[in-house]
């Protein structure tokens, strides 16, 4: 695959970022797959982070149930883990899976309980990276998101990946302009926007791997120049 230049400054990270749909949609199980394959297959074992949707009973439900055939173990973070246990928690996993939801909520949760710090340094020790939506969004520069109540608006993520981030390109019609609009203005940087049903595997040398879930969707990474946005699909990996 030609080099994305999405790149992490820590040699270790990995990231598997969803545009939408898998387990939480009960569909595309490619995703869940996908992102087994890049784990520990039939051996993994995979923790479910719901703070973006408040921790919903049936999303958490929806993560066991997708998972739970496939893999070794699955378990769900509790409401309010914090500090020493939160840390050992991610250290008897080797993924783990952050859920879509309201992007500003789940990234004042995490600076407030210090899971950012904790989730930072579990990747960059190597725990494979997996979430969708605002779980994807979360994990680069910037995205666009609307979790302020004022539409669709630039957000600053955690910088684990250099790069923007655009979930549901296709199925949230007003995305595709206001995305457009803030990379050519410069007030998003350069980065990626998915479909539902796309899934991107991104490394410390940028993306590795795309795969393609459902048979009309895509991945595109978008960059500006000369005061316009221009887009380029990326091709599913073999």
């Known amino acids: ?32 797959a996908f ?14 982070i719901a703070t973006a ?5 049936t999303a958490i439900t929806r ?3 997708g998972f739970g055939s496939h893999c070794a173990h699955t378990t769900d973070m509790p409401p309010g883990m914090q500090g020493a246990p939160a840390a050992q928690w991610l250290q008897s996993l080797d993924a783990v899976f952050v859920g879509g939801g309201n ?10 309980a210090g899971l950012d710090r904790l989730l930072l340094d579990a990747a960059g020790q190597g725990l494979l990276l997996a979430g969708v939506s605002a779980g994807a969004m979360v994990w680069f520069q910037a995205g666009l998101s609307d979790a302020l109540g004022a539409g ?3 957000l600053a993520g955690l910088g684990l990946f250099r790069g923007s981030f655009c979930p549901h390109y296709d199925s949230e019609p007003q995305r595709q302009p206001a995305l457009h609009t803030a990379i050519a203005s410069g007030q998003l ?16 040398s940028g993306v590795r791997e795309v795969c393609l879930a459902r048979p009309d969707c895509a991945a595109y990474y978008l960059h500006a120049r000369l005061g316009r946005c221009f887009s380029r699909r990326l091709q599913a990996s073999a």
């Open 63 to 65: 993560f066991h149930q």
């Open 189 to 204: 940087p350069r980065g990626l926007a998915l479909d539902d049903g796309a899934a991107v595997l991104l490394d410390a």
């Open 53 to 57: 949707n408040g921790y919903a009973a």
């Open 1 to 32: 695959m030609q080099r994305i230049p999405l790149t992490s400054h820590s040699p270790r990270a990995r990231l598997i970022a969803i545009g939408g749909g898998g387990f939480a949609q009960g569909s595309d199980p490619a995703l869940e």
């Open 103 to 112: 992007t500003a909520r789940l990234l004042a949760h995490w600076r407030a």
């Open 152 to 154: 669709l608006a630039p």
């Open 35 to 48: 992102v087994l394959r890049h784990a520990a297959g039939a051996a993994t074992r995979i923790g479910y």
